[in-house]
C-alpha cells in the first residue's frame, strides 16, 4: 500500500513538473517569434494599353515565375501602392483560377492571352475568400492590381499589356 501512496505522488508530481515545463516553453517560443512583413520588391515596369499608342496606365511589377511565387502571389501582404501590381507568367495558355487564400488587400485580377491582350476580368476580389474566379477564358498571364482600378482606367476585353 506504501509503494502505491509513493508511486501515485510521484505520478503527481512528474505530471505538475511536465505541466510546468510545457507551459514555460511554450511561452517563451511565442514571445520569441518575429513576424516580418513582406513588402514590394520591384522586378519590372509594365504598360497598360488601350491601343499600340495610347498608353493607360504604367506600373511597377514583381513578377511571379515560378510554382512558388504563382502559389505565394500577393498572401500575406497588407497594402499595395496604386502603381504596384503582381504578374504572375505562366508557360501556356489555358483556363485559370486563383483565389484570395490569406490574401488581405481586394484586388482587381486581370487575365490576359498569349498575345498580351486582356481576355477578362474578376474584379473587386474580396480578402481571404477561397471562392473561384475563373478567367472565363484562355489565360497565360494574369495581372493583380488594388481593387477598383481595373474600374478606375476603364480597362476593357482587347487592351494590352507591354512589360
Not at 50 to 70: F, G, H
Not at 96 to 123: A, G, H
Not at 128 to 141: F, G, R
Request: net charge neutral; proline share 2%.
Amino acid at each position: 500500500m506504501k509503494n502505491r501512496k509513493i508511486s501515485v505522488r510521484l505520478l503527481v508530481g512528474c505530471f505538475v513538473v511536465s505541466s510546468c515545463l510545457v507551459t514555460s516553453c511554450k511561452n517563451d517560443s511565442q514571445s520569441n517569434v518575429t513576424k516580418n512583413e513582406i513588402t514590394f520588391k520591384k522586378e519590372g515596369e509594365l504598360t497598360l494599353f488601350r491601343s499600340k499608342d495610347s498608353v493607360i496606365q504604367t506600373l511597377d511589377i514583381e513578377i511571379a515565375d515560378n510554382d512558388y511565387e504563382r502559389e505565394t502571389g500577393l498572401m500575406y501582404r497588407h497594402s499595395m501602392q496604386e502603381k504596384q501590381g503582381m504578374l504572375f507568367v505562366f508557360k501556356e495558355s489555358k483556363p485559370r483560377y486563383f483565389y484570395m487564400k490569406n490574401t488581405n488587400i481586394p484586388l482587381d485580377l486581370i487575365y490576359l492571352d498569349d498575345n498580351y491582350k486582356i481576355v477578362s476580368f474578376q474584379k473587386n476580389a474580396k480578402p481571404n475568400d477561397e471562392t473561384t474566379l475563373p478567367s472565363h477564358a484562355n489565360a497565360k498571364y494574369v495581372l493583380e492590381i488594388n481593387a477598383g482600378l481595373a474600374d478606375q482606367w476603364t480597362l476593357k476585353v482587347g487592351d494590352s499589356i507591354s512589360y
